[in-house]
Nanobody, 126 residues
Framework: QVKVVQSGGGPVQAGGSLKLSCTTFGVTYIDYAMGWFRQAPGKEREGVLCITSQGRITEYTDSVKGRFTISRDNAKNTLYLQMTSLNPEDTAMYFC???????????????????WGHGTQVTVSS
């Protein structure tokens, strides 16, 4: 049975940092690229960062460049998102998911992913 457990997140002041984790059980983790998405109230879910099983990273959201870092520990089946210099525009529910098989190793499109985590709220106050 596949299970995805997210942790981290919470309230933080502008300029602060948070680290999110996402552990996937019940799959051959190294077979999958993994992605972080976020969804702010009233907005569509957007791809933030994606990482292949070999560690190749693709950034999809310009506003997080230089501030957010994606990484993975294949031995622990765990994906991470280190967020620094947070600002109120980063306030959203953050989700992790694994990439479906397909032509491209990564994607910014949510429908290309499966096995979604339950989401974790990040709230940045000014």
């Amino acid at each position: 049975q596949v299970k995805v457990v997210q942790s981290g997140g919470g309230p933080v002041q502008a300029g602060g940092s948070l680290k999110l984790s996402c552990t996937t059980f019940g799959v051959t983790y190294i077979d999958y690229a993994m992605g972080w998405f976020r969804q702010a109230p009233g907005k569509e879910r957007e791809g933030v960062l994606c990482i292949t099983s070999q560690g190749r990273i693709t950034e999809y959201t310009d506003s997080v460049k230089g501030r957010f870092t994606i990484s993975r520990d294949n031995a622990k089946n765990t994906l991470y998102l280190q967020m620094t210099s947070l600002n109120p525009e980063d306030t959203a529910m953050y989700f992790c998911a694994r990439k479906r098989s397909g032509r491209f190793p990564c994607s910014r499109v949510p429908s290309n992913f499966e096995g979604w985590g339950h989401g974790t709220q990040v709230t940045v106050s000014s």
